[in-house]
């Protein structure tokens, strides 16, 4: 399939593959439960993310992740929500024990379908948490675990040692896949995302992105925190045709745009 990305910057980076999601199960659970993984940090997160909220821990939010962590700076997860299509207002990941556990606050229009594939980095071994919010007001949580040698959070970034990675910094490369009644995004953009824990080397991330059609319409807006991998990719699923553009913005106010046909 021929398809075009329009960027700011003109180069290209190879491109992650990001693995698509089975149809979830549509079966709706509401008592809380019991926490599917071993965490002692629940009830602090619960409080923290959700504002105490009610919630329910629900297989129907389904977050893949690899049970363990090859590349602790690059680590695939994927957040299905499908389930709840028409239903999700936002949707909140984080990783409990990272030292910066906040992952993104994604909030999809009635366009984009309640799923994400992102790449983060992982400091050491711990549960991971996706959490949708229903129109009802109720947190719907899935939960994985996922081991990791160490240090992804905390690695120096592989980006600066290129030569003119300044030079690049916005550059996207993505594409459209068609599906049954849908199409899949898969985008990359080039940026050092770095978190401010890298000694000498201050935060610099992209922290916001924007999904509009070709009448400039959001369709769904993204919030992204320094968990999120150097160099990130992201995968969405768009009901509809015609053009869509990515508008991204990082926290020294820098702004790139990209469209794809």
């Known amino acids: 399939m021929n398809w075009r990305v329009t960027c700011l910057l003109a180069a290209c980076l190879p491109m992650w593959v990001l693995a698509a999601g089975a149809d979830p199960d549509t079966s709706l659970e509401r008592a809380p439960g019991k926490d599917p993984v071993t965490s002692v940090m629940w009830d602090f997160y619960h ?24 590349d602790s700076r690059q680590v695939p997860i994927e957040i299905d929500a499908r389930a709840f299509k028409g239903q999700v207002v936002r949707i909140l990941a984080w990783a409990e024990l990272n030292p910066l556990p906040q992952i993104v606050d994604f909030q999809p229009g009635d366009q984009v ?9 992982i400091e050491q071994s711990t549960p ?4 949708v919010l229903t ?6 949580v899935g939960s994985t675990e996922i ?29 459209r896949y068609p599906r049954n009644d849908f199409s899949r995004l898969r985008l990359q953009i080039a ?22 059609d070709a009448n400039d319409k959001t369709l769904a807006t993204l919030e992204l925190f320094p968990a ?34």
Request: aromatic share 8%.
């Open 147 to 175: 081991s990791a040698a160490g240090g992804g959070c905390t690695a120096p970034s592989v980006v600066r040692t290129q030569a003119g990675w300044e030079e690049h910094i916005g550059e996207v490369l993505g594409g």
């Open 128 to 131: 991971l948490r996706a959490a």
């Open 191 to 212: 940026h050092p995302m770095d978190n401010g824990m890298v000694s000498g080397i201050p935060e610099f991330y992209l922290n916001h992105a924007e999904l509009r």
């Open 47 to 70: 409080h923290k993310m959700l504002k105490g909220a009610p919630y329910v821990f629900d297989q129907q939010v389904i977050l893949r992740a690899p049970p363990f962590a090859e």
């Open 228 to 261: 999120v991998s150097e160099n990130p990719t992201l995968g969405f699923d768009i009901q509809g045709a015609g053009q869509t553009r990515l508008l991204l913005r990082d926290n020294s106010g820098n702004e790139f745009n990209a469209v794809v046909n």
């Open 135 to 140: 129109r009802d007001g109720v947190w719907h």
């Open 113 to 121: 379908l309640p799923w994400l594939a992102i790449r983060i980095r």
